[in-house]
């Protein structure tokens, strides 16, 4: 679907002639084939707020209002690669500039790096930890875990699974964006559901002028019935040749079932329809957009105010509150040059977080800050994830990686958070692949690497490209 | 009793505190630094339970944590686990605990307030437990120092050097925590120059090049300056080791000598 178009601009009014281009290409799009790949799918508008086109004209200032305004135009347009998608008859979002990452040097040291990661171990789904044993709190949404802590759940099953368990309560967790691509995105909406179907209060803050318009766009729950399917389907995939275990899943299963009648821990979500309206609807989600502020001295005072709801007091807990922050960075906001304000404001949110049941998510563009900044607040990170996306057609890595096709991006994990412990936590894989499973909801899966054609005997070099490549993947990740 | 030192103990070259009163009066500034990937802060309970269990140095030594980083009940819950109650130790004076995690100086005032104030209450603390004593104060970590005082290096570095100065004063080792690759981007920075020159102990943490491992979790690099009084022994000399963090302890071994 790759449209190519040749454009002559000037730097001056860039958003404006964006619009336009949009249009073209939404003209275009409705005649041509869709996307083979959607990097996201995204749940209708709400019906009361209209079709928000300022959503898409900020996201694009959030590229173009800032000083790198000329490389990233430069890179934009010379690449000429773009993708759009089609949501619905009557809105277009601008969901993806698919570049091969940010650079030649970056996008080498990527493929290097999954060569690496696909050599090593790979999650067996047969011996991987069985999380649902662990006691379950009264409270619904809520987990015990190791180290007198509290698990609250990503909303991602997977990415539960990997974490051993979800998100500590009390804890910052960051992502780092892509800036080209919106991936973070999908692991914010989920975020956020899961806490409107836990009936957790949330709070959201971003770079936009109306967020609440942001809250229709929140993916609603999987049916249970599909969920059941799915979940048999997979078990009958799994255990086609050790299908002597059979029994031992059954077991599962039926544990499974008997807290069927209870709220779920974590919820599947699906991406095409939309929430609930009476889960958004009322005072659970606080609104907050961070173009308002000209300092962050009123964006604390309402976290403050937020987080005080939710006192810790030991041993009883009575609910548990979520923090969303998008693109906290973000250039078109005022305080955006105050590099120390911010940093003394996510310190301080850290602290605020940490002595309550609070969970802050809050995701930032590293590339827009300076390397040292960054540092900072990866360092401030309790849990420390990235998203990045992957390049539509890049032959290499499709021979690469097996079930390339259906990848939407990568999420790499860089920190888990380490609350009552100093023995850091090491996963099996740091990196894997983001799919949407049946078109619906994400999955999270290790990379494979595939199967090598035996008759070119190129065996030998993959082997030694990953002997390589593993000093490159250590200064990449 | 006859348990063999550990490579951290012996690198660190710390006395244990029987051996000879004298040299426990020479104050020493330890500087540690780690990056994303690891993280320092197991040196920091290493040390602290060193200073705090009677098994290694005399009763009468005094901690006195600053913690930016993390709320007391962390520190608590790991050395516990380690053999080491803060809580009791706290009640019994030998543990002295600034709970620093919403300090703000925004401005001249407020550093006033803030990390002038602070100092003083450590020099307070210092004065009140100087006689006869041993004391160590722990600072984790100085990257956060210098967001709560705004990004002012200046007065971080002053509060640094006053805190220096309580070392000959009262012979107080400093152990501090810094995470270097926040300044490794090419950019002058005077603060880690800065901490290096001070410290006489230098540990650094880094990942391996091939990435994190389950058996291994990180080298540790250790440069001991040797301090003032290095009779006879090796000056600026530097160990490599490679650990690995447990709950309770820490392994340190060799490069590949791990069977």
Redesign the interface.
């Known amino acids: 679907m790759l449209s190519s178009i040749k454009l002559d601009l000037g730097y001056n009014d860039l958003v404006s002639k964006l619009q336009f281009i949009l249009l073209c290409l939404f003209s275009f799009l409705q005649t041509s084939t869709r996307p083979r790949r959607p990097p996201q799918t995204t749940a209708a508008s709400p019906a009361s707020d209209s079709p928000s086109s300022h959503l898409e004209v900020s996201t694009l200032k959030l590229f173009f209002s800032h000083h790198r305004l000329s490389t990233l135009a430069h890179r934009h347009f010379r690449r000429q690669v773009f993708c759009f998608i089609l949501t619905s008859a009557s809105s277009l979002e601008f969901t993806q500039c698919i570049l091969p990452t940010s650079g030649p040097l970056n996008s080498g040291g990527l493929k290097n790096c999954l060569k690496?990661m696909a050599t090593g171990k790979v999650r067996t789904s047969s011996f991987s930890k069985n999380f649902s044993a662990a006691p379950t709190s009264s409270v619904p949404g809520l987990k015990y875990g190791p180290?007198?802590t509290i698990f609250l759940s990503s909303g991602i099953p997977d990415l539960d699974k990997i974490l051993g368990g979800g998100f500590h309560l009390g804890s910052l967790v960051m992502i780092m964006e892509d800036t080209e691509a919106p991936h973070h995105m999908l692991l914010l909406r989920t975020f956020m559901s899961q806490g409107l179907v836990h009936n957790q209060p949330v709070l959201y803050a971003s770079p936009v002028k109306n967020p609440r318009a942001f809250l229709g766009t929140l993916p609603t729950t999987l049916a249970p019935k599909d969920d059941k399917s799915r979940n048999t389907d997979a078990e009958q995939k799994d255990l086609r040749i050790a299908w002597q275990y059979k029994k031992y899943l059954g077991e599962n299963k039926q544990h499974n079932e008997e807290r069927d009648g209870k709220i779920e821990y974590c919820n599947e979500f699906d991406l095409r329809k939309p929430i609930e309206k009476h889960l958004i609807m009322g005072n659970r989600v606080e609104c907050f957009s961070l173009l308002d502020c000209s300092n962050l001295a009123g964006f604390r005072d309402s976290c403050s105010k937020f987080i005080s709801q939710f006192p810790r007091y030991d041993g009883n807990i009575t609910s548990a509150g979520r923090i969303a922050i998008q693109s906290f960075c973000a250039p078109q906001c005022d305080y955006n040059d105050k590099?120390?304000?911010m940093?003394?404001f996510i310190?301080?949110l850290k602290?605020m977080v940490?002595?309550s049941n609070t969970v802050a998510f809050l995701t930032f563009p590293p590339s827009l800050l300076?390397?040292?900044m960054s540092?900072?607040l990866?360092?401030l990170a309790d849990a420390?994830l990235s998203v990045k996306a992957i390049p539509d057609e890049d032959k290499e890595l499709a021979t690469l990686l097996t079930g390339y096709q259906d990848m939407l991006g990568l999420l790499s994990i860089?920190?888990v958070s380490?609350?009552?412990?100093?023995?850091?936590v090491?996963l099996d894989a740091?990196t894997y692949s983001i799919k949407l499973q049946k078109r619906r909801s994400l999955v999270l899966e290790c990379l494979n690497q595939a199967p090598v054609d035996g008759s070119s005997g190129s065996s030998y070099g993959t082997s030694a490209s990953c002997g390589s490549s593993?000093?490159a993947?250590?200064l990449d990740f | 009793m006859n348990r063999p030192v550990s490579l951290l103990d012996e690198a660190l070259g710390f006395d244990d505190g029987e051996s000879n009163s004298r040299q426990r009066r020479v104050g020493r500034v330890v500087l540690v630094e780690d990056c994303?990937?690891?993280?320092g802060?197991?040196v920091l309970?290493h040390l602290i339970k060193r200073f705090l269990s009677p098994k290694h140095s005399s009763s009468d030594s005094v901690v006195i944590i600053v913690a930016f980083a993390q709320?007391f009940?962390?520190y608590d819950?790991?050395l516990r686990?380690m053999g080491c109650n803060l809580a009791v130790q706290r009640e019994n004076k030998r543990l002295i605990f600034f709970d620093m995690?919403?300090l703000?100086c925004?401005d001249d005032e407020g550093v006033e307030g803030g990390l002038i104030a602070l100092y003083g209450n450590i020099h307070k603390a210092v004065e009140a437990n100087s006689i006869n004593k041993n004391i160590t104060i722990i600072i984790d970590d100085i990257?956060?120092l210098e967001?709560?005082a705004?990004?002012s290096t200046k007065d971080v570095l002053n509060f640094m050097h006053y805190c220096h100065t309580l070392t000959t004063q009262f012979g107080c080792t400093i152990i501090t925590v810094i995470?270097e690759?926040?300044?490794s981007?090419g950019?002058e920075?005077t603060l880690p120059i800065q901490m290096e020159y001070l410290a006489d102990i230098t540990l650094k943490a880094e990942?391996l090049?091939?990435?994190?491992?389950?058996d291994i979790?990180g080298q540790l690099t250790v440069l001991n300056k040797g301090g003032c009084e290095g009779l006879g022994r090796m000056k600026g000399k530097i160990r490599n080791f490679h650990y690995r963090?447990?709950?309770n302890s820490v392994d340190y071994f060799y490069p590949g000598s791990r069977s």
Request: zero cysteines; a positive charge; charged letters at 20%.
């Open positions: 690496f180290n007198g590099e120390w304000d940093l003394s310190r301080s602290s940490r002595s300076s390397p040292s540092k900072r990866q360092h420390l860089h920190k380490r609350f009552n412990t100093q023995v850091p090491i740091t593993s000093k993947g250590a | 994303v990937e690891t993280s802060a197991f309970h709320p009940s962390h819950r790991i686990k995690l919403m703000e925004p990257s956060l967001v709560a705004n990004g995470h690759d926040i300044y981007n950019d920075f990942p090049v091939t990435g994190l491992a389950a979790h963090v447990k709950e």
